[in-house]
């Protein structure tokens, strides 16, 4: 009898010595895993911010040359025709307005990470709105049409003006760095739900399923040659999520793409109440 008693308790101790080794093990392996990831994590960004210094010290760098060689040729040429100093003057305005683009998207993004961006709401017109940014879209050096197709009769919203033609106007933006020829399309339309649709639609390069994954995150760039700092989708998004509503993108390799976001219904402004 004492025989069995004690052979059952060498068993129990057995089995327990092996559910504490497998639990150590366990343990040991899933504290490897958590440090493997750790050490990715880490190293993933390391990288993030070794490439976003290396871009914006290019973007920076950039429009700075233009600013002081083009001033520095002005300023030392006294007998220079009219026509090159109006040529000129245009290349120190145009690389002002992107060194002062790039630093008020840097800003945003600051304050969107800090959860401090500012939004003061106003009665907005849409119309009127998408109008003024396609007049100014169809500017273009490259001569491409920016056509305001679908819309309302009327459209007023109860929102940040500045912010949304932040959204607008960077995807309109977008839409002109990635197309060559072609039209692009802007416009909105109200859905059976009462949600507030909005798209850009262009006849670009498009984008492949890989790319679109990422294509909202921050310091994402499709094309390395083109000139942005890969913030303007993503501080787009935060906007439109501060909404409430969401953002996206429908495109195929070499076919155009089209990008939307949709607004709630609740954001639609009336004569004797905002809601």
């Given amino acids: 009898m004492e025989i069995n008693v004690l052979v059952t308790c060498f068993s129990i101790i057995i089995i327990l010595l092996l559910v504490v080794i497998i639990v150590l093990l366990v343990d040991r392996s899933k504290k490897k895993k958590a440090l493997q990831r750790m050490a990715t994590m880490v190293k993933d960004s390391q990288d993030m911010k070794n490439a976003f210094i290396t871009n914006m010290t290019h973007e920076i760098r950039t429009p700075l040359n233009a600013l002081v060689g083009f001033s520095e040729v002005l300023a030392m040429s006294d007998n220079l025709p009219m026509e090159e100093r109006l040529v000129f003057a245009k290349e120190i305005n145009d690389n002002k307005d992107a060194l002062l683009h790039l630093v008020n998207s840097l800003m945003d993004f600051s304050s969107i990470e800090s ?76 859905l059976s739900n009462g949600k507030f649709y909005f798209f850009v639609a262009d006849s670009g390069c498009g984008i492949d399923p890989e790319s679109r994954k990422a294509i909202f995150d921050s310091f994402v760039k499709m094309n390395n040659n083109i000139r942005g700092t890969g913030l303007g989708l993503s501080i787009a998004k935060a906007i439109v999520e501060h909404y409430g509503g969401g953002i996206g993108v429908e495109s195929k390799k070499d076919e155009g793409s089209t990008f939307y976001f949709t607004l709630p219904a609740s954001m639609e402004y009336k004569k004797y109440g905002k809601f």
């Avoid at 879209?137 to 197709?149: C, L, Q, S």
């Avoid at 003006?161 to 995807?171: A, E, G, P, S």
């Fill in 115 to 190: 959860n401090t961006l500012e939004y003061t709401n106003s009665e907005v017109d849409v119309n009127a709105l998408i109008e003024e940014l396609c007049m100014k879209a169809n500017r273009n050096e490259k001569n491409i049409k920016v056509e305001f197709t679908d819309k309302m009769p009327q459209c007023r919203l109860w929102v940040d003006r500045q912010r949304i033609v932040q959204v607008l106007n960077n995807l309109l933006q977008n839409a002109l760095k990635f197309t060559e020829q072609g039209n692009i399309f802007v416009g909105y339309r109200r």
